[in-house]
């Protein structure tokens, strides 16, 4: 009897690595021992599976405490959700700061600070939120970084320190944020000049048409 053929699953493939099982057909993850779907963080138990991402978005890892590739998968939402997946943790490095277990002490994933985004030198960074929706600005301050106002930022920093986000007014001679300027008089004066100039060329006009006429009459009378 001549075998029917079927369409090809992850679970068709024995792989230990996600990259593997990605490779040899699409939407695959490896759980550590096969090949399965890709799915929802919540739907892994493995280390494997969990840092291959789940179909909602980046995921972390927390183990069991008698495993260390067995234990719970969860979305990635904020960097405390990663207290024990150094990884994951340091994947978000310009927002979270990885610090290692000490003594009786655990490992944490924490937001950073203005100071420790700087990592021990004087220059100060620009910190994204979790969802890089936002930025905090921050600035040196009596030999540390602290949170700045954006709109003390100077006219050479202003628009790359803010991530963008503000821009210099050249008339307020302030960092303000992107759309909150107030529209050039300059334009408005210009107008007016361009108005004001058909007016002249207008009037200038009928006078040289008034001054000619006379003498068109007195030609023909």
Same mark, same amino acid.
């Given at each position: 009897?001549?075998?029917?053929?079927?369409?090809?699953?992850?679970? !068709?493939?024995?792989?230990?690595? +996600?990259?593997?099982?990605? /490779? #040899?057909?699409? *939407?695959?993850?490896?759980?550590? @021992?096969? &090949?399965?779907?890709?799915?929802?963080?919540?739907?892994y138990s493995t280390?494997?599976?969990?840092?291959?991402?789940?179909? !909602?978005?980046?995921?972390?890892? +927390?183990?069991?405490?008698? /495993? #260390?590739?067995? *234990?719970?998968?969860?979305?990635? @939402?904020? &960097?405390?959700?990663?207290?024990?997946d150094q990884i994951a943790c340091q994947s978000m490095s310009q927002t979270c700061k990885w610090t290692v277990a000490t003594g009786t002490t655990p490992s944490s994933c924490s937001n950073h600070t203005c100071d420790t985004a700087a990592k021990g030198t004087a220059k100060c960074v620009t910190i994204p939120s979790f969802d890089g929706k936002k930025y905090t600005v921050c600035q040196p301050q009596g030999g540390k970084c602290v949170v700045g106002d954006p709109s003390s930022l100077t006219q050479d920093n202003c628009y790359k320190m803010s991530q963008?986000?503000?821009?210099?007014?050249?008339?307020?001679?302030?960092?303000?944020a992107c759309g909150a300027g107030s529209t050039s008089n300059n334009n408005s004066t210009s107008v007016n000049?361009?108005?004001?100039?058909?007016?002249?060329?207008?009037?200038?006009?009928?006078?040289?048409?008034?001054?000619?006429?006379?003498?068109?009459?007195?030609?023909?009378?």
């Open positions: 009897m001549a075998k029917a053929c079927k369409s090809k699953t992850c679970s !068709d493939t024995k792989k230990t690595k +996600s990259s593997e099982c990605a /490779s #040899a057909l699409a *939407g695959c993850i490896s759980d550590g @021992t096969k &090949c399965i779907e890709k799915g929802k963080c919540s739907d280390k494997e599976a969990c840092s291959a991402g789940g179909t !909602d978005g980046a995921c972390v890892f +927390s183990p069991t405490s008698s /495993s #260390a590739t067995t *234990g719970v998968c969860k979305l990635y @939402t904020q &960097c405390s959700d990663a207290n024990s963008y986000t503000y821009s210099w007014n050249a008339q307020t001679k302030k960092c303000i000049n361009s108005m004001d100039n058909t007016s002249n060329t207008t009037t200038d006009d009928h006078g040289q048409y008034l001054y000619v006429l006379p003498i068109l009459i007195s030609f023909i009378f």
